[in-house]
Every structure is written in structure tokens, then in C-alpha cells.
């Protein structure tokens, strides 16, 4: 079975600029979540997306956004993109969305904001 | 709200020798917990996890983990590390709230091996 893929994997924007990440899960799975990674923050959950809808959302202000299409693939998108935005990006994909399952990661797109 | 801490931030040991790496977490009810890998420029591996049941897990390449529920950790341990166990390790309890999920995770603990 194919593992979760997340496109682009590098991305280079400046500020002011928006930008949209995707996520295909490992095929079957119908929950996804974004995770931010920086060396100062760690890993913070961004959102959940379960069948198309948006189920929880960490901290982070209204300029990230996600969806979820009816097959689980997922985009997020940063719009007004500032220099603290850059970051890796992680994506993960679980099963049934039940509590407890294992999430499977991406390898993560890194964003890079000059 | 839950959260991770991983006491060490930084440790070096020799190839051959053992590992333990430590984290503690902070949670209201019986915790999801798991221990993540990751390699420079990649993503997360599912090292091992535990949900219930026997408190001592095992995972792949070696490592196990050990929950202990009177002193809220779940400390991973490798009896003898590789030089290509060197990587940062990240602990996580997942909660489950309002028909939603999360993972949150410690802050890591970067692994060095000494030839």
C-alpha cells in the first residue's frame, strides 16, 4: 500500500504571497490532519478533516485553511504568507477516524517564506 | 489539556550501548501513546504504541516501551543502539474530544551515536 504523499515537497514564496499544499492519504483512510514543525514550536496540530469536514483546529490564526475532498485527498492553503510561516508542513492520514488509531505521516512539504 | 514533556533535549551515546529516552505526559483519562521517528528532512515513522493492555510494548527496530501509569511516562528503550538509530525521537499521546483528534507531541529528543 502506497504511503501518505504530500506535493510540493519544497516551496519557496515571500511574503504576502499564499500558498496550497496537498496531501493524498494512504488509500482507504478518511481522516487527515495538518501538523506545523518549526525548531522553535515543535509539532502543532493545525486540523483534522474527516469526510469533508473540518473536525477540530489547533491554534492558528484564520490565514490557514484546509479541505478535504471526497476522495481524502486534502489541501490546506496560508494566504498573506509572513517570514514565521515557514516551516515543515507534515500531513497524516488515519483509518476510520476512531480514537487511538495510528496516524501515518508524509514526508512533509517545507515552506520557506523570504 | 494533554501535554508531553521530553526532559532531554540532546543525547549522545556510543554504538553497542543502550538507550533510554524519557517522556512523561499529562492527561485526564487513559492516554494513546505513542513514539515517532524522524530522520533529517523526513517525516514521522510510527516507531511503537500503546493503547491498553500489557504496559510493556515492543516496536520495530528494536526498541520497546515501557507505561507507567503511577509516574504518567512512557519511556522508550533500545538494549543496544546503531549508528543509524541516530535521529530525533518524539513522544505523543493522542486525545480524543468532541468527535475530534489529536496528536500532541513532545518536544524531541535529538540522538547522537559515537562510532
Known amino acids: 500500500k502506497a504511503g501518505v504523499t504530500q506535493t510540493p515537497r519544497y516551496l519557496i514564496k515571500t511574503r504576502g504571497q499564499q500558498v496550497t499544499l496537498s496531501c493524498s492519504p494512504i488509500?482507504?483512510?478518511?481522516?487527515v490532519s495538518w501538523y506545523q514543525q518549526t525548531p522553535g514550536q515543535g509539532l502543532q496540530f493545525l486540523f483534522e478533516?474527516?469526510?469533508?469536514?473540518?473536525?477540530n483546529k489547533g491554534n492558528f490564526p484564520g490565514r490557514f485553511s484546509g479541505r478535504q475532498f471526497s476522495n481524502s485527498r486534502s489541501e490546506m492553503n496560508v494566504s498573506t504568507l509572513e517570514l514565521g510561516d515557514s516551516a515543515l508542513y507534515l500531513c497524516?492520514?488515519?483509518?476510520?477516524?476512531?480514537?487511538?488509531?495510528?496516524?501515518?505521516f508524509g514526508p512533509g512539504t517545507r515552506l520557506l517564506v523570504l | 489539556a494533554q501535554s508531553v514533556t521530553q526532559p532531554d533535549i540532546h543525547i549522545t551515546v556510543s554504538e553497542g550501548a543502550s538507550l533510554e529516552l524519557r517522556c512523561n505526559y499529562s492527561?485526564?483519562?487513559?492516554?494513546?501513546l505513542f513514539w515517532y521517528v524522524q530522520s533529517p528532512g523526513q517525516g514521522l515513522q510510527l516507531l511503537l504504541k500503546?493503547?491498553?493492555?500489557?504496559?510493556l510494548v515492543q516496536g520495530i527496530k528494536g526498541f520497546e516501551a515501557e507505561f507507567k501509569r503511577s509516574q504518567s511516562s512512557f519511556n522508550l528503550r533500545k538494549p543496544s543502539v546503531h549508528w543509524s538509530d541516530a535521529a530525533e525521537y518524539f513522544c505523543?499521546?493522542?486525545?480524543?474530544?468532541?468527535?475530534?483528534?489529536?496528536?500532541?507531541f513532545g518536544k524531541g529528543t535529538k540522538l547522537s551515536v559515537i562510532p
Open positions: 497524516a492520514s488515519r483509518g476510520r477516524g476512531l480514537a487511538g488509531e495510528t496516524q501515518y
Open positions: 488509500s482507504g483512510h478518511r481522516s
Open positions: 478533516y474527516f469526510s469533508e469536514t473540518q473536525r
Open positions: 492527561y485526564g483519562a487513559t492516554p494513546y
Open positions: 500503546y493503547f491498553s493492555g500489557d504496559t
Open positions: 505523543a499521546v493522542g486525545a480524543q474530544g468532541a468527535g475530534s483528534y489529536q496528536l500532541t
